[in-house]
């Protein structure tokens, strides 16, 4: 019987040299602008931390590592990467991702999205799978806030995306805030986003210095995908006098406008609608407010009698309101809600769907 070869080494997982990696002055001031923006959460201690494998994940990985060890925090986060499958090397990526971390003694659960995969909206519906799979974690180990990797550069891109799309202020400002808050199976998970002040190329230089590895997204280049091209855009724009600072500004202002707006939003419901768990009824007055205020006043409700994450489409909502407001007798169904007016008033009803 032949013997082992001794010459195989055998690679042990050691965690980060923290204060020897702080030494560098770029990867410190990052961590800084990080921790600033993390010390702000209540509950730290029950964390999930969502990876890709690119860049801006893994250093997120890395910056709240480095948070509980300068805190002396004793609970470890968890990290979930979903594989989609949606390409053939997502499955050996994923476990070369989990392998990198592993030598640095994070644990990682790779989630995998199975069934068969959608030939049109691909994009949407995978970025909706993903938070589906997280949050179903999220809930199975009662962790309430789920952290991404969304940085400055997302900023832009989805501030121009919807700009594009017709998005009013609601739209345009939600994206400036780190904590937004969901309900995924009757329970609250938080999603922050504590790298949305800092931009992709010093969280770039973090995962080079740290891990010496990170996954390119082969999709990045293609322009096929929106995104991508307004990636371009914006580096033309930035050539041109775009400043971050000067463009959160003015999403601030819209945020500011936002919230008076959910004011009168507020009150529209507040006075011209009766509410029980499975009834909704709308008086004559509700329509009488500006056409803004009735449009987020019944995206809300449908929203919330139908239970669903988001509100229907902005154009096929605004269609519906018209019918509503010229028509005596009228029926339909949106959004898993159906609408129905006779005479002066609106009923909202849920509709049911089909047991499988």
């Not at 050691?14 to 030494?23: A, H, T």
């Not at 994070?106 to 995998?112: A, D, G, H, P, Q």
């Not at 993903?130 to 009662?142: G, I, M, Q």
Request: charged share 30%; net charge positive; with cysteine.
């Amino acid at each position: 019987m032949k013997k082992k070869s001794l010459n195989v080494k055998k690679i042990i997982p050691k965690s980060f040299k923290f204060n020897e990696i702080l030494k560098d002055k770029k990867i410190f001031e990052t961590y800084k602008e990080f921790a600033k923006n993390f010390e702000r959460l209540n509950n730290t201690n029950s964390i999930a931390v969502s990876v890709s494998g690119g860049p801006d994940s893994l250093a997120l990985c890395f910056l709240v590592s480095c948070y509980n060890f300068k805190k002396k925090i004793k609970s470890k986060p968890r990290f979930y990467l979903v594989d989609h499958g949606l390409r053939k090397e997502s499955k050996k990526e994923a476990k070369t991702v989990k392998n990198h971390l592993r030598l640095k003694k994070i644990k990682l659960k790779v989630l995998k999205w199975k069934g068969k995969k959608p030939n049109s909206n691909l994009q949407n519906l995978a970025r909706k799978k993903r938070y589906e799979l997280l949050f179903n974690e999220c809930n199975k180990s009662n962790i309430q806030l789920l952290l991404t990797a969304h940085h400055q550069d997302d900023f832009y891109e989805t501030f121009f995306s919807r700009l594009l799309r017709g998005s009013g202020t609601d739209g345009l400002s939600s994206f400036t805030e780190i904590e937004k808050k969901f309900i995924f199976q009757k329970k609250i998970i938080t999603i922050v986003r504590p790298l949305l002040s800092l931009n992709k190329s010093s969280l770039t230089y973090v995962s080079q210095k740290v891990f010496n590895f990170y996954i390119i997204d082969p999709s990045n280049k293609m322009e096929k995908y929106q995104r991508v091209r307004l990636r371009k855009l914006i580096i033309n724009l930035k050539n041109q006098g775009l400043d971050f600072k000067k463009l959160k500004l003015t999403v601030n202002n819209l945020a500011s406008t936002n919230k008076a707006m959910k004011e009168f939003v507020d009150f529209n419901i507040n006075e011209n609608v009766i509410i029980n768990k499975k009834r909704y009824l709308i008086g004559s007055k509700f329509f009488s407010s500006p056409e803004e205020v009735v449009f987020r006043s019944f995206s809300n409700l449908i929203k919330k009698i139908s239970q669903n994450d988001y509100p229907p489409r902005g154009k096929k909502l605004m269609n519906l309101i018209r019918e509503l407001k010229k028509r005596n007798y009228f029926k339909a169904t949106l959004g898993g809600t159906i609408i129905e007016k006779i005479h002066n008033s609106v009923v909202l009803t849920p509709e049911k769907t089909k047991k499988r």
